[in-house]
Nanobody, 121 residues
Framework: QAKLVESGGGLVQAGGSLTLSCAASGIIFTNNLMGWYRQAPGKQREKVAPIFSGGATNYHDSVKGRFTISSDNAKNTIELQMNNLKPEDTGVYYC???????????????WGQGTQVTVSS
């Protein structure tokens, strides 16, 4: 019954902004590692912006200063504000909630279906 639904993706020109939202149901945020991941065609899925239960973050170097992750445990939502987007940011963005505090594995985490982000030159 657990479900994550992403929204907010789309097509934007380089330098533009998008806000991604993730709505969770059937999940209670307690001591979970959560965050946003992305996958470009032909590439491995990569960490973009995780957030730990204490609020600490570990942004990928390529998005530092441009992306901001936030979570609201009371509303079971996770957001990703993306500014100054670049063509290399293009990919499918996934919301994820781990069942554990410090690891994110496909077998032990909840994943959304993804939302497409395309940044044109």
């Amino acid at each position: 019954q657990a479900k994550l639904v992403e929204s907010g993706g789309g097509l934007v020109q380089a330098g533009g902004s998008l806000t991604l939202s993730c709505a969770a149901s059937g999940i209670i945020f307690t001591n979970n590692l959560m965050g946003w991941y992305r996958q470009a065609p032909g590439k491995q899925r990569e960490k973009v912006a995780p957030i730990f239960s204490g609020g600490a973050t570990n942004y990928h170097d390529s998005v530092k200063g441009r992306f901001t992750i936030s979570s609201d445990n009371a509303k079971n939502t996770i957001e990703l504000q993306m500014n100054n987007l670049k063509p290399e940011d293009t990919g499918v963005y996934y919301c994820a909630v781990s069942r554990f505090p410090t690891v994110m594995h496909s077998a032990t985490s909840y994943w959304g279906q993804g939302t497409q982000v395309t940044v044109s030159s």
